[in-house]
């Protein structure tokens, strides 16, 4: 098992920039970034491939969120750039530890954190 636990949440105003980390307990193949605002689905914005550092990003953040690893503290970052009122969440990290192809579906991933809350002011 994985143990995942995020940080780094805040209020910020738009235009402002945040970094959430995800410490993770084991190894992981790829983490997924994950946010959920009320009444809204949880939405996927970046994989990273903890080994390779590939990275896939949704077009809502593309270019100003950038995600990372530290495998030394085995830690994922989320750099979050620019931020918009429509970036406010609650922000999740998901892992999964089996190889395999690794998408924007929760249901892909075996651990979650327990969130971490983003507040984007106008």
């Known amino acids: 098992q994985v143990q995942l636990m995020e940080s780094g949440g805040g209020s910020v105003q738009a235009g402002g920039s945040l970094r959430l980390s995800c410490a993770a307990s084991?190894?992981?193949?790829?983490v997924g970034w994950f946010r959920q605002a009320p009444g809204k689905e949880r939405e996927g914005v970046a994989i990273i491939y903890t080994s390779t550092s590939a990275t896939l990003y949704a077009d809502s953040v593309k270019g100003r969120f950038t995600a990372s690893p530290d495998n030394a503290k085995n830690t994922l970052y989320l750099q979050m750039n620019s931020l918009k009122p429509e970036d406010a969440a609650m922000y999740y990290c998901a892992a999964q530890t089996a190889l395999g192809r690794c998408d924007f579906a929760p249901r892909s991933y075996t651990y979650w954190g327990q969130g971490t809350q983003v507040t984007v002011s106008s």
């Open positions: 084991g190894y992981t193949y790829c």
